[in-house]
């Protein structure tokens, strides 16, 4: 077996999953409507994604043995989330063809080498510097300025694993709070909007884009992306732009999710900094599966198993808002309105704060 | 337990469908955008819709102890076919909550009860009669005129168990060929067109309708339906009109589809004659999908699990053409074309003339 795929996966074909949450159900979902059948990967809990999928295996993302056999049972591996062990990740790619492959998700898992490699590419971000040891913070503070946020370079998502800092007796306390963990200072930027880059790219290096959505953002969670986003037309072709550059360096294949700060000065000029990307489909996408003829869930599951990947077509002016914890339990309010894509993740238990579900409320015909 | 819901089935709620083809399985996956699952009823076969589904049950249709199972498994029952065995029905609605009810199965599954009922409602039919015995057939023949089609009255669909008749000694013929079967002698109508009429209508009793398509068929299977039809608009309207007078008649819940055929005189004068009905999903429904913001499968689901019924909202004039047999080979070339909806089954085996897939184009922003 090779990373590569000679031919697409025909339908009837089985498509991995590893994750078993929302984002593996909805590629579920897509994998379906296309005759694939979907076999998703999970460690014991609540996995919504089983309910909806052809076969499914419980067991660590370590387990090397459930994971050869995952891999002699399916065509093609992709996954819901990058933070998967690197030992894993390394099998999967040897034993079978794992998409994205291994340097988008190495990039995504560090956002040290993240930051790095986008800025390589001349991709603008803000002020950033590594901090390892005690000494490094001194250094970094200085390269980068005040405000600034520190951040675990692994696993954080959801403003998990950071903190603003103001002074540096407050960034010696953030990084001791963060557990002297290997961290990145970014120069805290006074941005206008956030807006996200999202784009499919398939094993042959064609792209296929969407519209860029304006996410906002509660207490660091997605609550709101706004289709058109308000941008200048030009500032959104260059976010798509900077998101194919950064796919095409990965050698990316699948959706790439990328999020920019914009800055706006006083004559209205605006300008992008990259943040941070995600190597799969992504929150601020899920607006596409109710407006747009084409979702990122079935773009990205034609891009892993080497279909083609027309361009997606949006209908309509739409704003996709995500329902926290509790929030789920309005479903019958919200069942009621015209106009109104409301898409639940059949997960058990409104924690709070967890996303249990999404709507999208279609708004005038496409108008930008 | 009682045939009638006293609330809702909630999210996490288990939804019962007799039949695992493709209708199953597109109830399944409507079923998981609204977080609720689904759990299959089917005889051992190929089918398709376990693939997508929580739980799946596999045993005839008149397999008692297995249909307690089921019922006591589930929230509310549904299901994709309308021929499902009398006792089956009436144990699974004394059971549990059967929907659409027994009513509408029990004309479904008979051609001149269905005739009769629409007719005693003042929906104009071709002309008519019964014939159960060899006496029957030419006081068939002196109220119906010539050329006839002589249909079975139970287990009829696509086209089978039917023929065309041009004088008495083909009706004779005709009706040995049947078996001898209880039949109806129809009039031949020489339409212009074929339409059909797609609601949906809740336990209280309102209704959310779909823009009617026109349907081409070819050896009596469908192989294209249109939206906008070209119909007059009134006569769009009286077709709606009439669905929602026979789901009213019948205390039908869920969606509705009502196929009639369209005669138009020299002045452009349309009439509607009322052909057959289906008490669920239907194939000429397919292209809501794509391009409604509501789908007939999401409508189906809501109806039948007491959900709110918005007016489902058309977005693109499409059509929607089925792929039979090996053309589902095509698939490649078919994911390659911009501005099409592809939906494959996930089906076996492609044998000649079965339904493997189908596939929307959309033309133009809403036109009509």
Known sequence: MSSRLVRPVAPGGVIGILGGGQLGRMLALAAARLGLKAHIYAPAGDNPAFDVAHAHTTAAYDDEAALHRFAAATDVITYEFENIPVAGVELLAEQSCLRPGA??????????????????????????????REEDLSAALK?????????????????????????????????????????ILEGFV?????????????ADGKTATFDV????????????????????RQT??????MACRLAEALEHVGVLAVEFFVLQ???????????EFAPRVHNSGHWTEAACDLSQFELHV?????????????????????????EVHDWQALAREPDTVLHLYGKREARPGRKMGHYTRLLSPRSA
């Open 236 to 241: 959104g072709h260059e976010a798509v732009s």
């Open 103 to 132: 340097r988008s998700l190495q990039m995504a898992q560090d956002r040290l080498a993240e930051k790095t490699f986008a800025s390589a590419l001349g991709i603008p971000t803000p002020p950033f510097a590594n901090v390892e």
């Open 143 to 183: 390269q980068v300025g005040l405000p600034a946020v520190l951040k675990t370079r692994r696993f954080g998502y959801d403003g998990k694993g950071q903190a603003r800092v103001h002074d540096e007796n407050e960034l010696h306390q953030a990084w001791a709070a963060l557990g002297n963990a290997p961290c």
């Open 213 to 232: 959505p304006r996410n906002e953002h509660e207490n660091h969670v997605l609550r709101h992306s706004h289709v058109p986003s308000g941008l200048h």
């Open 265 to 275: 000065d006083d004559a209205g000029n605006q300008q992008l900094l990259f943040n």
């Open 190 to 202: 006074s941005f206008t909007c956030e807006v996200s880059a999202i784009i499919a790219r398939g």
């Open 302 to 326: 034609r891009a892993v198993c080497g279909w083609p990947l027309p361009q997606p077509r949006r209908h309509h002016d739409c704003v996709m808002t995500n329902l926290l914890g509790d």
